[in-house]
């Protein structure tokens, strides 16, 4: 699968963001999404992960309350939805997929991830 995200951008801190990644092939469904973020001189980590049939949803604490991911199997696409943003969240901001028929959990660990965006950059203004 290849993905595409989208939707980064300059937004001022208290403003609302939200990223797409677009997926191609015809097995979305069978994804596990998430969202990764890479700031300056850091380390990349996780954000937010969506499994297959998008009803179990996880977050980092870091986003927890302020970011929402979601996803739209139909158009093969899953989106990052992020309110009240802060300065701290100006990162690059990677999609990732994991292909499993047999698992319909949700995955934290950037390792379990086989296949990753190129990212898009989101700058946060105070």
């Known amino acids: 699968v290849q993905l595409q995200a989208s939707g980064g951008g300059l937004v001022q801190a208290g403003g609302p963001l939200r990223l797409s990644c677009a997926a191609s092939g015809r097995t979305f469904s069978q994804y596990t999404m998430g969202w990764f973020r890479q700031a300056p001189g850091k380390e990349r980590g996780f954000v937010a992960s969506?499994?297959?049939?998008?009803?179990?949803?996880g977050y980092a604490d870091s986003v927890k309350g302020r970011f929402t991911i979601s996803r739209d199997n139909a158009k093969n696409t899953v989106y990052l939805q992020m309110n009240s943003l802060k300065p701290e969240d100006t990162a690059v901001y990677y999609c990732?997929?994991?292909?499993?028929?047999?698992?319909?959990?949700?995955?934290?660990?950037?390792?379990?991830?086989?296949?990753w965006g190129q990212g898009t950059l989101v700058t946060v203004s105070s």
């Open positions: 990732a997929a994991d292909h499993n028929p047999f698992y319909s959990g949700i995955y934290y660990d950037s390792t379990q991830y086989e296949y």
């Open positions: 969506i499994n297959k049939s998008g009803g179990s949803t």
